[in-house]
């Protein structure tokens, strides 16, 4: 069978080395290149899960030809990718990247201009899939925005998030969702046995506020494209686990919604037929157990399930999200983007 070659950048971080194996698994990708520069020139393996381990050898980026590849995924840092992105793209190759810097709410006008001013569409194909077939360059969304989006997409879509309706996001993520970098705050001895949360930062006037990490104006963007009306407060925490993310979601409704049977047919009817959701049927009579990360691992899926809020004034929904952070999270994403714009089948070499 014929193979299309493709490359990865920043091949040896948690997300470029998940990459790498999803590729070495893939019927119809073969790997053009792995570059690393810190790395270069180290032997690794590569390949389980998903595939036979695979012996590969890091290059330098600069000593990679991006042409030799017809796509590359950039798994490189945010603030450096984007430059990389725009030389694959200059070298004819089509590009997905994996970083925050092609992302709506990111995007900048000159970042735009090197990539030749095309827009640059948003990569998460359950909700955008007619913008990604055949497109030069896509942006991979990040790991939180996927489980987060994916879960509140069908509510957006109803109508049902106007008026600035407050929605509440508590979500928990493994360690590799920081990368590999060393850190002090990252090593077992400070994660094991705890469980905090994270992401504030300065507001405005200098204090310290909640409600300001990076991923929320790609989120706020997303939605906003999908006519929400909503303000998202959201509040990541770090688990003592190595992957996964269980996102928490709580959505007032409007007045007189029926909130027991949105839960049981909005998000069934939203999804039916997506390969990679799982719609997981918590408030029907033969309920379901709520996503949970080991129903994840390894697999590139999203698993949501809802359910009305009891004792509350207001009707309300409970909405939870599963997915594996370094699969469909980010490198099985990255993977489902490619096989679109390549013209492949969507769920050649994914797992399920």
Not at 62 to 85: C, I, K, M, Q, Y
Request: charged residues 15%; contains cysteine; glycine residues 10%.
């Amino acid at each position: 069978m014929h193979t299309v070659p493709v490359g990865v950048l920043g091949a040896s971080g948690y997300a470029g080395r998940e990459l790498c194996a999803l590729v070495a698994a893939h019927p119809q990708l073969t790997l053009a290149f792995a570059a690393a520069d810190r790395r270069r020139g180290e032997r690794v393996g590569v390949g389980p899960p998903y595939a036979a381990p695979l012996d590969l050898t890091f290059a330098a980026a600069d000593d990679v030809r991006l042409g030799d590849a017809a796509l590359v995924f950039s798994a490189l840092p945010h603030g450096a990718s984007a430059e990389w992105s725009a030389r694959a793209r200059a070298a004819g190759t089509r590009v997905v990247d994996l970083s925050s810097d092609l992302r709506p709410g990111h995007l900048s006008d000159a970042t735009r201009a090197t990539l030749g001013g095309a827009a640059v569409p948003y990569g998460l194909p359950e909700l955008f899939r007619a913008d990604l077939a055949g497109a030069d360059v896509v942006a991979n969304p990040g790991c939180y925005p996927t489980a987060i989006l994916v879960a509140l997409a069908p509510l957006a879509r109803a109508g049902l998030l106007t008026g600035g309706v407050l929605v509440s996001v508590a979500a928990a993520s493994g360690v590799t969702g920081a990368g590999n970098s060393p850190r002090a705050d990252l090593l077992f001895g400070e994660v094991a046995e705890d469980f905090r949360a994270y992401g504030h930062a300065a507001g405005g006037d200098g204090a310290p506020a909640a409600n300001v990490h990076r991923h929320l104006p790609e989120m706020r963007a997303a939605l906003t494209a999908l006519g929400a009306d909503a303000d998202l407060v959201f509040t990541p925490h770090l688990l003592p686990a190595a992957r996964g993310i269980l996102a928490t979601i709580t959505v007032p409704l409007p007045g007189g919604s029926d909130a027991p049977a949105l839960a049981r047919t909005l998000w069934r009817d939203a999804y039916a037929g997506e390969p990679f959701v799982e719609v997981a049927d918590a408030a029907g009579p033969a309920a379901e157990p709520l996503p949970t990360l080991a129903a994840v691992r390894h697999r590139n899926v999203v698993r949501v399930a809802a359910l009305p809020v009891a004792g509350v004034r207001r009707p309300a929904l409970l909405v939870t999200a599963a997915i594996d952070n370094l699969v469909k999270g980010a490198a099985g994403q990255a993977v489902q983007n490619a096989n679109l714009m390549l013209g492949l089948a969507e769920d050649a070499g994914l797992p399920r």
